[in-house]
């Protein structure tokens, strides 16, 4: 089923009709715990932070009873939660037991060029190669996940994704939620065959949502708030949650991290490689009580629960959600206005202006400093469902960017702060700005809806 690249590229109608090898597994919402992925503890030097991560397979259990096997970052699905200070380094040496190509990016990170994971700078299968992050850039919530050229939808898909947080002393003056009141869900789609297979499959309808690694799972929470850092680490599919009685929650951050002020929402609308920093007040509900996060982007066949919050005790609480959260420096004035048109071309691949990438063509070249518009547009009509396909998820590396306009309205709440995935359903078209600063170097800018960079969406821009 994992067919790499644009040789492999089979018509869509082929691939939603191919038949699973076995039926997708059975299962019952919320009987496993949501497990938070723990913080790996770093060696400690007066220059940074090292840590030694080694990829290999692991057979965990992310449907009740059923054993998958799936790549890892040490063994855990997701991968272990960095954290790292701002202006402090991290060196991390990644190692490859598995049997295929890998290559670690850090999503969302400001990494010089032979750091950032380029598709094709690869780890083969038995060696190991180092990474260095500067973490030059303020609190956000970033994730590391796989980038192999041509596979990289295969490998995160299989498992090689995990939570990297950049904290600085302003977010830490802040009284938000902490500690063990700070929680992260990683939250995805997946097809789990009943043999336990985690099953790769273009087709859009994978019927398990898990987050944290577990299907459906529960979550014991105290009647207090609770700090939520919500990523969208599927691989095609947008997420609409919201919880089941249509509370209100408070969102504070964004890819690139904190907002100015926080908006209260009753919607969060992810794209693939999207994320949100959410503040929930569980005192809403009575100790006993349970509420439900559902997915109102849900297909009519599936079943749109994603968790359940079950409210087990009361808690002192003395955080707060302050009407200031941090300062979104202004962008300059841009001198630079490109326009980028995605589309797919079920022969071809899926396209930037045209073209497959090549990782041996420059399509843009900027000057280091420069502030530009892009025009992006999804040029696809809209299909009938599962339509996942035909969205795109625009994500830049090395720049954040400040979504401008979707279609000459205001952004979504979700879309405000630094940015550095913007979603583009078809027929839209979304002004985004950016500043390419801090280095030098070809980086590349994608589609996160990764079977489509896979198929080509992808391309390059230097900073010279
Ligand atoms: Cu999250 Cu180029 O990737
Ligand atoms: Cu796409």
């Known amino acids: 089923a994992a067919v790499g690249g644009v040789a492999g590229i089979v018509p869509l109608e082929q691939i939603a009709a191919a038949a699973d090898p076995v039926p997708p597994a059975e299962s019952t919402p919320f009987t496993a715990v949501m497990p938070i992925p723990p913080v790996l503890a770093p060696a400690r030097d007066s220059r940074c932070d090292r840590y030694d991560i080694t990829m290999r397979t692991a057979r965990v259990e992310i449907i009740p009873g059923l054993l998958s096997t799936v790549n890892t970052y040490n063994g855990l699905f997701p991968g272990p939660t960095i954290v790292a200070q701002r202006g402090r380094a991290v060196r991390i040496r990644q190692t490859n037991e598995l049997s295929v190509l890998t290559g670690v990016h850090l999503h969302g990170g400001k990494v010089p060029a032979a750091h950032d994971g380029h598709p094709t700078d690869t780890i083969a299968p038995g060696a190991s190669r180092v990474y ?9 919530p ?30 830490q003056s802040l009284p938000l939620p902490h500690g063990r009141y700070d929680v992260p869900l990683q939250i995805r789609d997946a097809r789990v065959l009943s043999d336990g297979t985690l099953y790769y499959t273009r087709a859009q309808d994978r019927p398990h949502v898990l987050v944290n690694g577990k299907e459906r799972p529960r979550f014991e929470v105290a009647a207090r708030r609770y700090r939520l850092r919500i990523f969208n680490t599927s691989v095609d599919r ?5 919880f089941a009685d249509g509370s209100e929650f408070v969102l504070i951050g964004t890819d690139g991290g904190l907002l100015s002020e926080p908006v209260r929402v009753q919607s969060l609308l992810l794209g693939a490689g999207e994320r949100a920093d959410v503040v929930v007040d569980f005192a809403r509900y009575a100790v006993g009580g349970s509420v439900v996060l559902v997915n109102a982007a849900a297909l009519a066949t599936e079943n749109a629960d994603v968790m359940r919050f079950d409210v ?23 001198t630079v206005e490109r326009n980028f048109v995605l589309a797919q071309d079920w022969t ?26 892009w025009t992006i547009t999804n040029a696809d009509p809209a299909g009938p469902p599962p339509n996942f396909h035909l969205n795109h998820s625009f994500h830049t590396h090395l720049a954040d960017f400040r979504v401008l306009d979707r279609n000459g309205k205001p952004p979504a709440p979700t879309e405000l702060g630094c940015k550095d995935v913007v ?9 985004i700005a950016m500043t390419w600063s801090g280095y030098t170097g070809r980086f590349v800018f994608h589609c996160h809806q990764l079977p489509h960079s896979e198929w080509g969406q992808m391309a390059t821009i230097e900073v010279v």
């Open 238 to 242: 947008p997420f609409d949650l919201r």
């Open 312 to 334: 087990v005790c009361t808690a002192s609480d003395s955080s707060k959600v302050p009407g200031k959260l941090a300062a979104v420096p202004p962008l300059p004035k841009a």
């Open 423 to 431: 979603r583009i359903p078809p027929g839209d078209t979304v002004r």
């Open 132 to 140: 260095d992050y500067p973490n030059n850039q303020s609190a956000a």
């Open 142 to 171: 970033l994730w590391y996940h796989d980038h192999a050229h041509m596979i990289e939808g295969d490998n995160v898909y299989s498992g090689l994704s995990g939570a990297y947080l950049v904290t600085d002393q302003q977010e």
């Open 348 to 373: 071809r691949g899926a396209l930037i202006n045209g073209n497959v990438y090549d990782p041996n063509r420059v399509d843009v070249q900027t000057r280091l400093g420069t502030t530009e518009i």
